[in-house]
């Protein structure tokens, strides 16, 4: 099992709260991601991070922000929440090793996003 | 550009028999290919991974998938399906000629149901 865990499995909410998903992993890994997953399953990466303050959007455009002051630390915030946001939403990471960068993600749990 | 194609939404099989599930993609370098599976309500976990070597690759619970260059096809195979296996199943690629960051472009996921 991959040491990297999400918070709240499940949310929800009114529209326009402010909510924070939080991710974390105990890896050290440099390379955290953000997926968005749809009702019919696609998965779309929303944000990356290379390393501490560094933070990059990913190839499906997202009303969401993120940060990346710890290492072991991804949260994403969404403002003013709207039905729209309803989704889940995977955070995962990857390292860097001997051979390059292999890909192979690991991925928390998920949130699971109700905006009523 | 990156992409992958699983062009079955579902797969039917019956327990103990052989369980194919179809994957191709499109890059313009050498690809990085991978399997992951989500069982309800959960995260992606990893099954499998080719980046370079023997086109025949083992994973997780006994699956394995096989390279092929020619028709570019990844397409994950077990020889006798498991009820357990049921599952949504997801096929991703990296090209490292384009990608320095490790993003996976994911297919639109397959859905495998094993009958008893």
């Not at chain 1, 709260?17 to 939080?22: A, D, M, Q, V």
């Not at chain 2, 069982?39 to 980046?51: A, D, S, V, W």
């Not at chain 2, 599952?87 to 009958?115: E, H, I, M, N």
Request: charged share 20%; hydrophobic share 30%.
């Amino acid at each position: 099992e991959a040491d990297i865990y999400q918070t709240p499995r499940y949310l929800v909410i009114g529209t326009g709260k402010k909510i924070t998903l939080e991710c974390s992993q105990t890896m050290g890994h440099d390379k955290m991601y953000w997926y968005q997953q749809d009702p019919g399953m696609e998965l779309h990466l929303i944000h990356y991070s290379y390393g501490v303050n560094s933070t990059e959007k990913g190839d499906l455009s997202s009303e969401s922000t993120v940060s990346r002051i710890r290492t072991e630390h991804f949260p994403l915030t969404l403002e003013s929440a709207r039905p729209s946001h309803t989704s889940q939403y995977l955070c995962a990471s990857s390292e860097w090793t001997a051979e390059g960068h292999t890909g192979e993600l690991f991925f928390g749990e998920g949130s699971r996003l109700t905006v009523l | 550009a990156q992409s992958v194609a699983q062009p079955e939404d579902q797969v039917n099989v019956a327990e103990g028999n052989p369980l194919t599930v179809k994957c191709t993609y499109s890059v313009s370098g050498n690809p990085y290919l991978f399997w992951y599976v989500q069982y309800p309500n959960r995260g992606l976990q990893f099954l499998l991974k080719y980046i370079t070597g023997d086109n025949l690759v083992k994973g997780s619970y006994g699956f394995e998938a096989e390279f092929n260059k020619s028709q570019t096809s990844f397409h994950l195979k077990k020889p006798s399906a498991l009820v357990s296996d049921s599952a949504l199943y997801f096929c991703a690629v990296r090209d490292p000629t384009t990608d320095s960051w490790g993003k996976l472009q994911f297919g639109a996921g397959t859905q495998v149901v094993v009958t008893p």
